[in-house]
């Protein structure tokens, strides 16, 4: 909040303004669609406290239906609307939005699930257990790197749709946790391999949404697929850990396999959709790269 005050009263003095006009603040779609995605996002990490039914869940997420209904309601009536709701017709944006939801999503579950095994189950330190993850970071890096090349080089379908795939490759050791064993051979490996898939996934997300429409729509086109960026991540920790509850209170790793299963099915059935989303073709270069 202090570095966006700050640049709230910064960025007037430096930044030139190019319309003739400034350009009217569509005060109440900035206030509905905020509250919106708050709501979806509270709701979601509810779920994954108190569970799928309980009020705690249902009130925010249907608060946050009724908030993008009524935004979508104001930006079809203004004059000045905060977001042209066609946006969401143009095929790039959708698949760069729900590329972004599905990796973010396996990623942060990744972490999450890995994090409480490693502390709960087999009694790590917090130190020692972000020790284990500097591998997953580097990987992730790397798997960005050889996304933003093969996305050019290939296209962005078969780029997303191979970076999935080893995702899915990558979440099917982990299923076959236990108690006992070596982390380093029996948790490490795979989430090395998946986050070298995501990372590809997450650079053919933002090249696709940004690369294959107009300037003049790319800041939408970011700010759609940042959004499915936050919510995915919540999306991810929801349901892995409503799927992984049981191994929390008994204090075993079955229900930590059964939340890798979900995982591995989601990024492999997430392959299967990119087929027919993401578009043909290799996105063309729009004024420097598009980076996570």
């Known amino acids: 909040m202090p570095v966006g005050l700050l640049l709230l009263f910064v960025l007037p003095a430096l930044v ?9 603040l569509d005060v109440p779609g900035a206030l509905l669609v905020t509250t919106g995605t708050a709501a979806l996002i509270y709701g979601l990490v509810e779920a994954g406290d108190a569970g799928w039914a309980d009020a705690s869940t249902l009130l925010p997420l249907a ?51 890995g994090s409480v095994y490693l502390q709960h189950i087999r009694g790590f330190s917090p130190l020692r257990t972000g020790l284990v993850f500097l591998p997953v970071a580097v990987a992730t890096g790397i798997g960005a790197h050889l996304g933003s090349r093969l996305v050019g080089r290939i296209g962005s379908r078969p780029t997303a749709v191979a970076g999935l ?11 076959r946790l236990s108690e006992t064993g070596s982390v380093y ?32 729509v790319a800041g939408l086109a970011s700010g759609v697929v940042n959004t499915f960026h936050e919510v995915g991540g919540s999306i991810g920790v929801a349901v892995v850990s409503t799927v992984a509850a049981a191994g929390f209170e008994r204090g075993s790793a079955g229900g930590f396999g059964d939340a890798f299963t979900v995982c591995a099915a989601t990024a492999a059935a997430g392959a299967v959709l990119s087929l027919g989303l993401v578009p043909r073709g290799k996105p063309r270069p729009a004024g420097g790269p598009h980076v996570h």
Do not use: N, Q
């Open 63 to 113: 608060g946050a239906a009724v908030a993008y209904a009524a935004f979508a309601a104001v930006e079809r009536a203004g004059r000045a609307p905060l977001m042209d709701l066609r946006m969401f017709t143009r095929r790039p944006v959708l698949a760069g939005a729900f590329l972004m939801l599905i990796a973010t999503a396996l990623l942060i579950a990744f972490f999450f699930l």
């Open 16 to 24: 030139p303004a190019r319309a003739p006009r400034p350009a009217r």
């Open 165 to 175: 795939a080893v995702a899915a490759a990558g979440a099917v050791p982990p299923t």
């Open 185 to 216: 051979a029996g948790l490490l490996p795979g989430f090395v391999i998946a986050s070298l898939g995501i990372g590809a996934v997450f650079v053919t997300a933002t090249t696709t949404a940004l690369a294959m429409v107009e300037h003049r």
